[in-house]
């Protein structure tokens, strides 16, 4: 943990997120000692700094990251292109005094729930000015020229960085809903016919006057005005589950958010209704997988199959899927084998829509005979023969 109260000769807080009061607390830290020329550096993303008065650092020199950094390259692969972004994540306090540094490392954000609130975890390093003081550091951190184009940072004032203030109307719209979740709300579900079937949600007293709330099933168009007691009928097996979208409006801004309500009544076959009606046909299945794997350059590939190859042509899009759906469970199998079981749920929910292809089959059969992967339990070896594993796929 920083230490809160002592004085010192030069401090850098590096942190994503700031709250205003911590921030002013080093920056005030000096007020009543013998110490001016204190030396005072902080390095936070640029949308952080609408939380900041200009009281809170006026004696703090202000560095953001650069578009460009944050922005990133764009990876260019033979299957898809994306964009990295990034900006700051580490929380780092450097204090000096006289001749003793004190740097300070872990999960500290220089915010008032971090300090305050949470647990957190953090570790001191204690040196000598000889070996770690601001310009050192700094140096580090900037490059050997503070303007130079490697210095991944800009400085920036509260007058310049462009930031997000907090939007005042749309927090108070957040705190209806937050005010709704609160109220202890329930659902049951009765079935109408063979068909459909009628949802109803009981919502306790709460104080909504002056806002325009509606409420509906996240699977479904159909909206009703929010009150304590909500009917919706006609609800097919595959609209129903436990969340929905209540809407506040003030009649200037509107916000939308998703609750979890408590439901009773939910059909049996409801999941697998609902997985049937997703994944419908043999493409989504394959896509479903990639998904499962957590493989974003097989869903790429997919995509660019889909759009050079013609609708009917489901054998040359299988083969040119297989390949690499084979490389990826082979690496699942050995860093992440709780993954199958997401794969073995799906094909046992859908094993009587004739969506699985019989040489996926034969092939996930096999597969798991020859990783022995008996119980989801981690392969300790696996042999491979005549495969490449491409560079894409280590992490």
């Known amino acids: 943990m920083v230490e809160m109260r002592i004085t010192f000769h030069e401090i850098l807080v590096i942190s994503p997120f700031l709250s205003g009061g911590v921030i002013r607390d080093f920056n005030d830290r000096n007020t009543r000692s013998l110490i001016n020329d204190a030396r005072y550096m902080l390095i936070t993303r640029e949308m952080s700094l609408g939380r900041l008065k200009p009281e809170d650092v006026s004696h703090f020199q202000i560095y953001t990251m650069r578009d460009a950094v944050i922005d990133g390259e764009t990876a260019i692969s033979d299957e898809a292109q994306e964009i990295q972004k990034q900006d700051i994540h580490a929380k780092i306090y450097m204090i000096r005094k006289y001749s003793s540094s004190d740097l300070y490392l872990g999960s500290l954000n220089a915010s008032h729930n971090a300090v305050y609130g949470n647990i957190e975890f953090m570790i001191r390093l204690r040196s000598k000015r000889r070996y770690l003081d601001l310009d050192k550091l700094a140096a580090s951190l900037f490059g050997t020229e503070k303007d130079g184009s490697d210095n991944p940072f800009q400085e920036v004032t509260l007058q310049t960085a462009i930031v997000e203030e907090e939007d005042e109307p749309t927090k108070a719209l957040d705190a209806v809903v937050k005010e709704i979740n609160r109220s202890n ?13 009628s949802a109803s949600i009981h919502f306790e007293a709460c104080d909504t006057k002056g806002y325009q709330i509606s409420i509906r099933p996240l699977l479904s168009r159909r909206t009703e005005e929010f009150s304590r007691d909500v009917l919706f009928t006609r609800l097919t097996i595959t609209q129903l ?21 408590p439901t009773d009544g939910l059909p049996d076959d409801r999941e697998k209704q609902v997985i049937s009606s997703v994944v419908n046909d043999r493409d989504c299945f394959y896509r479903y997988i990639a998904f499962l794997l957590g493989d974003d350059s097989i869903l790429s590939m997919l995509e660019i199959n889909n759009a050079g190859v013609e609708a009917d042509d489901t054998m040359s899009r299988q083969v040119y899927h297989v390949p690499a759906l084979y490389e990826k469970m082979l690496q699942t199998a050995a860093v992440n084998p709780e993954k199958f079981k997401g794969i073995e749920y799906l094909m046992k929910t859908i094993s009587e829509d004739g969506i699985i292809p019989e040489d996926f089959k034969r092939l996930y059969e096999t597969f798991k005979k020859a990783v022995k992967f008996n119980g989801y339990r981690k392969c300790k070896t696996i042999q491979v023969y005549r495969l490449r594993i491409d560079i894409r796929y280590i992490y």
Do not use: K, N
């Open 185 to 197: 709300p329930s659902a049951v579900v009765h079935p109408e016919d063979e068909e459909y079937y």
């Open 241 to 261: 589950s436990e969340f929905y979208v209540i809407a506040v409006s003030d009649r200037e801004q509107t916000v939308e958010r998703i609750l979890i309500i």
